[in-house]
């Protein structure tokens, strides 16, 4: 991503969150490219669950240092849907030293963000769609500002989730 960007570091990363390993290593890769010097700073992670099982979003806005206890309800993102995060505890300080942020999308901006995607000629699986409804949010809520290098991780291909995109396609 550094070298796509012309060894520029983005501001925001915005990912999606299950078990966590995608968010730790964003983490570890500017980590180390901080370390050697070749980065002035950290860039903020922003990481997505769904709000149907969302164990490290509640965690953040508790305050807490691991994820809590939830009851799992399925959802249309069920690539991260993961109750209990094996990587919780350090999904949470990654999020904490990059002064980052989690949020939870619910089925309808998950589902609304997969067809705006598709639109815009991205074929994803609603996973990844937790991404497009969080960016989509920010945006909303004024929370980008004009200049900034925001990443957006569109992690899963639909091809890969056809059974579950046929279905949105018959509700």
């Excluded at 060894?7 to 290593?25: A, C, N, R």
């Excluded at 979003?57 to 799992?72: D, L, M, R, T, W």
């Excluded at 999308?105 to 937790?130: C, H, M, Q, W």
Aim: with cysteine.
């Amino acid at each position: 991503m550094w070298e796509q960007l012309g060894y520029e570091i983005p501001d925001k990363i915005i990912v999606p969150v299950g078990q966590g390993s995608l968010v730790i290593g964003c983490y570890l890769a500017f980590q180390h490219l901080y370390e050697a010097g070749r980065i002035e700073r950290l860039p903020q992670i922003i990481a997505v669950q769904a709000k149907k099982c969302a164990p490290l979003y509640e965690a953040f806005i508790q305050g807490k240092n691991e994820p809590v206890s939830i009851y799992k309800e399925e959802t249309i993102a069920e690539g991260i849907s993961s109750s209990q995060p094996v990587r919780g505890r350090e999904v949470l300080d990654a999020i904490k030293k990059t002064e980052g942020i989690i949020m939870a999308v619910d089925d309808n901006e998950i589902e609304k963000a997969f067809y705006a995607l598709a639109r815009a000629g991205f074929y994803v699986e609603p996973t990844s769609a937790v991404v497009g409804a969080a960016l989509w949010r920010l945006q909303q809520q004024e929370k980008l500002s004009r200049g900034e290098k925001t990443v957006a991780f569109l992690s899963g291909s639909g091809l890969k989730a056809t059974d579950k995109i046929l279905h949105l396609r018959e509700e």
